[in-house]
């Protein structure tokens, strides 16, 4: 069993920056692969990014590419997200989750076992 926690979301103007933290508490972290999605109002989750156990591979949905970075602190327990240059259409429920499926391309909610319960991100134009 894995909890997740995320944190960092807020109200930030267009252009800006933000940086979410995923805190990990449970089984080993570092054997689990993590990604991140989103959710807005009316749409459907949607994939953001994932990161491999050992950080060696990252993926990133062609819609973030350039903006957003994901990264890991397995010491720490910690997966992070780190957006640049926000857009209002960012806007978003954001969330974490775990998995110990092999790979890092994990882009489907159902190969994810865990998640967070979601940090609100609201980016003003």
């Known amino acids: 069993q894995v909890q997740l926690v995320e944190s960092g979301g807020g109200l930030v103007q267009a252009g800006g920056s933000l940086r979410l933290s995923c805190a990990a508490s449970?089984?080993?972290?570092?054997?689990?692969?993590m990604g991140w999605f989103r959710q807005a109002p009316g749409k459907e989750r949607e994939f953001v990014a994932s990161?491999?156990?050992?950080?060696?591979?990252?993926y990133i949905s062609d819609s973030v590419k350039g903006r957003f970075t994901i990264s890991r602190d397995n010491a720490k327990n910690t997966v992070y997200l780190q957006m640049n240059s926000l857009k209002p259409e960012d806007t978003a429920v954001y969330y974490c989750?775990?998995?110990?499926?092999?790979?890092?391309?994990?882009?489907?909610?159902?190969?994810?076992?865990?998640w967070g319960q979601g940090t609100q991100v609201t980016v003003s134009s």
């Open positions: 990161i491999s156990w050992s950080s060696s591979n990252t």
């Open positions: 989750a775990a998995t110990r499926r092999g790979g890092y391309r994990l882009i489907d909610i159902k190969m994810y076992d865990y």
């Open positions: 449970g089984r080993a972290f570092s054997g689990y692969v």
